[in-house]
Every structure is written in C-alpha cells, then in structure tokens.
C-alpha cells in the first residue's frame, strides 16, 4: 500500500506571497492532519480534516488555512507568507474513527521564506 | 490538556549498548501513547503505541517501550542500539477529545561506533 506523499518537497518563497502544499493520504483513510515543524517550535498541530470537514484546529492564525477533497486529498494554504513560516510542513494521515488509530506521516514539505 | 515531556535532549550511547529515550505524560482519562522516529530530511516513522493491555508494547526495528501508570512513564528502549538507530525520537499522546497528537520536543539520539 502506498504511503503518504506530499508535493512539493522543497518551496522558496518571498515574504508577502502565498502557498499551496498538498498531501495525498494512504488510500481508505479519511482523516489528514496537518503540522509544522520548526527547530524553536518542535512540532504544532494546525489543523484536521475529515470527510471534507475541518474537525480540529491548531492555534495558528488565520493565514493558514486548509481544504479537504471528496477523495481525501488534502491541501494547505498559507497566504501572506512571513520569515516565521519557513519551516518542515507534515501532513499525516489515519482512517479516523477511532482515537487509538495510527497517524502515517509524508515525508514533509520544507518551505523556506526569503 | 494532554501534554508530553521528554526530559532529555540528546541520548548518546556505543553501539551494542540499552538505548533508553524517556517520556513522561499527562492526561485526564486513558493516555494513548506513540513513538516515533525522525530521520534527517525526513518525515516521521511510526515505531509503537500503547492503547491499553499490557505494560510492554513491542514495535519496530526491535524497540519496545514500557508503559508505567504510576509514574506516568512511556519509556523507549531497546536492548542493543545500532549506529542507524541515531535519529530525533518523538513521544506523543492522543488528545482524549479530539483526534490530535500532542507532541514532545524530541529526543536526538547519537549510537557511535
């Protein structure tokens, strides 16, 4: 069974633009949770989707935003981008109804803000 | 809150030695409990997990962990460390509302030659 992908794997932008990353989960699972993660920060959760509905957010302001597809493909979007968001975005996916089920994570997308 | 704290930041040991990578936790309510490992340039590997049952949880690439109740512990181990086993090392713990892993600071573990 194929693992989680994430596309792009590395992006450079500018301060001011914004971004899209998308997150392909493991085929039959519903649920795709997003993170960031930073060497100051560690890893913080930013929001959940499942069955193209945001069940939980992180704490993050509202630049950071998300979709879910019928088909369980996920993206993240970040508009307004500043120095601070350069980091490694994680996405991870689980089939979702349960609490003791197993988050798969991507490989990440490193994002780098000049 | 659920929350996880992993005392130490780095874990050195030889190679053929116990690696012993610490957590502690704090829930209201069952604790589910997770390792993983980060490699560099990486994501983030599933090792193990505790759900309920019995206190020695064995996962992959030959590590376990024990889960103490009174201690509020979930410490990683394993017996005889290899030099690819030096990676980040994660403990997490399922929030009991909603769906979300809280996550230690992580653990970077060096196994020399």
């Known amino acids: 069974k194929a693992g989680v992908t994430q596309t792009p794997r590395y992006l450079i932008k500018t301060r001011g633009q914004q971004v899209t990353l998308s997150c392909s989960p493991i085929?039959?699972?519903?649920?795709v949770s997003w993170y960031q993660q930073t060497p100051g920060q560690g890893l913080q959760f930013l929001f959940e989707?499942?069955?193209?509905?945001?069940?939980n957010k992180g704490n993050f302001p509202g630049r950071f935003s998300g979709r879910q597809f019928s088909n369980s493909r996920s993206e993240m979007n970040v508009s307004t981008l500043e120095l601070g968001d350069s980091a490694l975005y994680l996405c991870?996916?689980?089939?979702?109804?349960?609490?003791?089920?197993?988050?798969?994570f991507g490989p990440g997308t490193r994002l780098t803000v000049l | 809150a659920q929350s996880v704290a992993q005392p130490e930041d780095q874990v050195n040991v030889a190679e053929g030695n116990p690696l012993t990578v610490k957590c502690t936790y704090s829930?209201?309510?069952?604790?589910?409990l997770f390792w993983y490992v980060q490699y560099p340039n990486r994501g983030l590997q599933f090792l193990l997990k505790?759900?309920?049952?019995?206190?020695l949880v064995k996962g992959s690439y030959g590590f376990e962990a024990e889960f103490n109740k009174s201690q509020t512990s979930f410490h990683l181990k394993k017996p005889s460390a290899l030099v690819s086993d030096s990676a980040l090392y994660f403990c997490?713990?399922?929030?009991?509302?909603?769906?979300?892993?809280?996550f230690g600071a992580g653990t970077t573990v060096t196994v020399r030659a």
């Open positions: 505790y759900i309920t049952g019995d206190n």
């Open positions: 991870a996916s689980s089939l979702g109804t349960i609490r003791t089920d197993t988050q798969y």
């Open positions: 085929s039959g699972h519903r649920s």
């Open positions: 829930v209201s309510g069952n604790p589910y």
């Open positions: 989707y499942f069955s193209e509905t945001q069940r």
């Open positions: 997490a713990v399922r929030d009991t509302i909603n769906y979300k892993l809280s």
